[in-house]
């Protein structure tokens, strides 16, 4: 169903539109832009709060900036669905995060205002300082930057990396500070409560506006009086907050607190900031949700809520006649209480997805010893390291596409000092609507390649149980497991736990002539594939790998001892993953088997949901069936013509 905008909205498909407006005309704008918002992902889907957050922001800036000649970066991309409606997108909105339709996130090949692709946070700070230094170098001085960045995401290293080398570039950058005291999760940390301090700072909004026409009639005193207004205007600020301004001490000009749903007022703010030089940082207060009162009365819940009903708030949810399996993120939750109460040495970490890993049933439970750091990846795993080092045991979730931000960290703070942290790597795998940024494509590549690791991935719900008892045994050293977004096969998941042999799979049953070999959840496609290949007359083997470090070697042994052909099936990268260790085992020793690999092929898989990702790189049942088939017909040929 085609939603229909709003009657100033309807005429805007580009900025340029936009400006032919009058500024009054901008609060209705944001009115219908914020509607048609919510008429869309009411029906298809979608991140929802946040960009409810900005539209007044979104509006101002395309009003205020010269896009896309000036460079609008936004961090994270959650946001930037008002951004997409008003940059030619309009029509193809609905298609958003869809099968072959445009991407829930900014992308460079979607559209020219999208200057930069994004989907993981803290990256707009660095890459507009980036856009300003080469504007500098090709002399583009009249050429604005603008990185629009989230309070949550601002606690990550690489923002304050951004901005303290902007400090000392002195290039036209303006960072905007979305604060709203969120990501998905409430935000967590000092810095948090340092900028809580500012916004509710009744001395320093009292004299906010006065201190600058006081500034300005200072200026006049002469050609020097610049240095000096500089200096009175940190020392007012500092004095008003009774503690030094973080930003200013980086370098950069602080303006605000400001409202970032007065629109008005926003744009004329952004346009008087573009004339100022240097770096800037303009602090909006927001609300998560705005407008919506639901989304902000609960801004975890509806950060992306799925489908509702606009007019009532309900989520539309089906409701099963039969018992359902639990979501692997839930059966790791609820697992995580039970070791811990058995284990008083365990701990947990999460950084800033307390509700997407489902670590926030042992925060609930436990709140002492379970940790969110906010977005802060490689602090998550050295923070696990140090806890580590004393004696306890660390269970770090953190999603697998998230966790190749803190690689160096896995190795040189955990490996090399064989220390017992155990990494639950969510989402991995093809992560659905999300597309390329969070797909979980690479972990068994990256992991499989670091000495003292162990790296595994559960069948089923009661493998992730067992694996997560057997990681927390004694001496166990660093520990991977490896599981999809999405629910398990187990409605009866709940069976006691028992430690399972490290680097020792499984025969699921034999068969004849062919093998599939299977790491993690996929080995359920390869049992619906074998069910229907069986009714054909077609009997593969099943193995079940459990580790791709160590390898079950003397299972590999059996299997190339015996089949003609092996097929693994994995969903990770065929470059460097399961099949590639598969291969490298039967080079080592001397076999000769007929191997077919499936697999995420060597390209950047874009968005859509699960299943239609998983066949169209060609490992869902179906494939797996053809495959098999492919190779049974070939094996009837050759006995004909022998």
């Given at each position: 169903m085609q939603v229909k905008a709003g009657p100033l909205l309807s005429k805007i498909n580009y900025p340029a539109d936009l400006k032919q407006h009058r500024e009054s005309d901008l609060e209705q704008i944001s009115q219908e832009l914020r509607q048609y918002i919510i008429d869309v992902v009411s029906v298809n889907g979608g991140h929802f709060g946040s960009s409810l957050g900005v539209v007044e922001l979104t509006v101002a800036l395309h009003y205020a900036l010269n896009t896309p000649y000036d460079k609008l970066v936004w961090d994270v991309g959650h946001q930037a669905y008002g951004h997409k409606i008003l940059t030619g997108r309009r029509d193809l909105f609905h298609t958003n995060r869809i099968y072959k339709g445009i991407s829930g996130f900014p992308k460079i090949s979607e559209s020219e205002y999208d200057t930069f692709g994004v989907g993981h946070s803290s990256t707009s700070i660095s890459a507009a300082l980036g856009m300003a230094v080469a504007s500098q170098l090709k002399g583009e001085t009249d050429r604005q930057h603008v990185a629009v960045i989230g309070d949550g995401a601002m606690t990550a290293g690489l923002a304050f990396e951004g901005l303290n080398h902007a400090g000392i570039e002195n290039s036209n950058v303006l960072v905007i500070l979305n604060d709203n005291c969120m990501s998905i999760d409430p935000n967590v940390g000092a810095l948090k409560e340092y900028l809580t301090s500012i916004t509710i700072s009744k001395s320093?909004?009292?004299?906010?506006?006065?201190?600058?026409?006081?500034?300005?009639?200072?200026?006049?005193?002469?050609?020097?009086?610049?240095?000096?207004?500089?200096?009175?205007?940190?020392?007012?600020?500092?004095?008003?907050?009774?503690?030094?301004?973080?930003?200013?001490?980086?370098?950069?000009?602080?303006?605000?607190?400001?409202?970032?749903?007065?629109?008005?007022?926003?744009?004329?703010?952004?346009?008087?900031?573009?004339?100022?030089?240097?770096?800037?940082?303009?602090?909006?207060?927001?609300?998560?949700?705005?407008?919506?009162?639901?989304?902000?009365?609960?801004?975890?819940?509806?950060?992306?809520?799925?489908?509702f009903d606009k007019i009532t708030g309900e989520i539309k949810k089906s409701v099963p006649d039969k018992p359902?399996?639990?979501?692997?993120?839930?059966?790791?939750?609820?697992?995580?209480?039970?070791?811990?109460?058995?284990?008083?040495?365990?701990?947990?970490?999460?950084?800033?997805?307390?509700?997407?890993?489902?670590?926030?049933?042992?925060?609930?439970?436990?709140?002492?010893?379970?940790?969110d750091v906010g977005i802060a990846e490689q602090h998550a795993v050295t923070f696990s390291a140090g806890l580590a080092a004393q004696g306890l045991v660390p269970f770090c979730n953190i999603y697998s596409s998230f966790m190749q931000r803190a690689y160096d960290q896995v190795i040189h703070d955990v490996a090399i000092q064989k220390l017992n942290v155990v990494f639950c790597l969510d989402r991995a795998g093809l992560a659905g609507a999300d597309g390329a940024t969070h797909h979980g494509a690479y972990d068994i590549?990256?992991?499989?390649?670091?000495?003292?690791?162990?790296?595994?991935?559960?069948?089923?719900?009661?493998?992730?149980?067992?694996?997560?008892?057997?990681?927390?045994?004694?001496?166990?050293?660093?520990?991977?497991?490896?599981?999809?977004?999405?629910?398990?096969?187990?409605?009866?998941?709940?069976?006691?736990?028992?430690?399972?042999?490290?680097?020792?799979?499984?025969?699921?049953?034999?068969?004849?002539?062919?093998?599939?070999?299977?790491?993690?959840?996929?080995?359920?496609?390869?049992?619906?594939?074998?069910?229907?290949?069986?009714?054909?007359?077609?009997?593969?083997?099943?193995?079940?790998?459990?580790?791709?470090?160590?390898?079950?070697?003397?299972?590999?042994?059996?299997?190339?001892?015996?089949?003609?052909?092996?097929?693994?099936?994995?969903?990770?990268?065929?470059?460097?993953?399961?099949?590639?260790?598969?291969?490298?085992?039967?080079?080592?020793?001397?076999?000769?088997?007929?191997?077919?690999?499936?697999?995420?092929?060597?390209?950047?898989?874009?968005?859509?949901?699960?299943?239609?990702?998983?066949?169209?790189?060609?490992?869902?049942?179906?494939?797996?069936?053809?495959?098999?088939?492919?190779?049974?017909?070939?094996?009837?040929?050759?006995?004909?013509?022998?």
């Open positions: 320093y909004n009292r004299f906010r506006d006065d201190i600058s026409n006081v500034l300005a009639g200072l200026s006049k005193l002469g050609p020097n009086a610049h240095k000096y207004v500089k200096k009175i205007e940190k020392s007012i600020k500092g004095t008003l907050l009774k503690q030094s301004n973080l930003f200013e001490a980086l370098n950069f000009r602080y303006f605000g607190p400001v409202d970032g749903h007065d629109v008005k007022r926003l744009a004329q703010t952004i346009k008087d900031l573009s004339a100022i030089p240097g770096p800037k940082l303009l602090h909006c207060i927001t609300v998560k949700g705005k407008g919506f009162a639901l989304a902000e009365k609960d801004q975890t819940k509806w950060h992306a809520p799925g489908l359902q399996p639990p979501k692997y993120q839930d059966v790791f939750g609820h697992t995580m209480v039970e070791l811990a109460e058995a284990n008083d040495k365990i701990v947990g970490i999460t950084p800033a997805m307390p509700s997407g890993s489902s670590l926030n049933i042992m925060m609930k439970a436990m709140p002492k010893r379970a940790f590549a990256y992991m499989r390649c670091i000495p003292n690791l162990v790296v595994s991935s559960p069948m089923n719900e009661e493998e992730l149980r067992n694996l997560m008892f057997t990681a927390q045994q004694e001496n166990i050293g660093p520990f991977v497991i490896r599981y999809p977004r999405g629910n398990g096969v187990m409605p009866d998941w709940k069976r006691p736990f028992k430690a399972l042999e490290i680097g020792k799979g499984r025969k699921i049953c034999d068969g004849d002539d062919v093998a599939l070999l299977t790491l993690g959840h996929v080995g359920n496609f390869a049992v619906e594939a074998r069910t229907e290949l069986n009714s054909e007359g077609i009997y593969p083997a099943h193995y079940d790998l459990r580790f791709v470090k160590p390898l079950d070697e003397e299972m590999l042994h059996e299997v190339f001892s015996k089949y003609k052909h092996v097929i693994t099936v994995e969903d990770g990268s065929l470059q460097g993953g399961v099949g590639s260790a598969v291969l490298e085992f039967m080079a080592d020793n001397g076999y000769s088997t007929n191997v077919i690999r499936l697999g995420i092929p060597d390209q950047f898989v874009e968005h859509g949901e699960q299943p239609e990702l998983w066949a169209e790189c060609g490992y869902d049942k179906d494939s797996i069936i053809e495959t098999v088939r492919k190779v049974g017909f070939k094996r009837v040929t050759d006995s004909m013509v022998g």
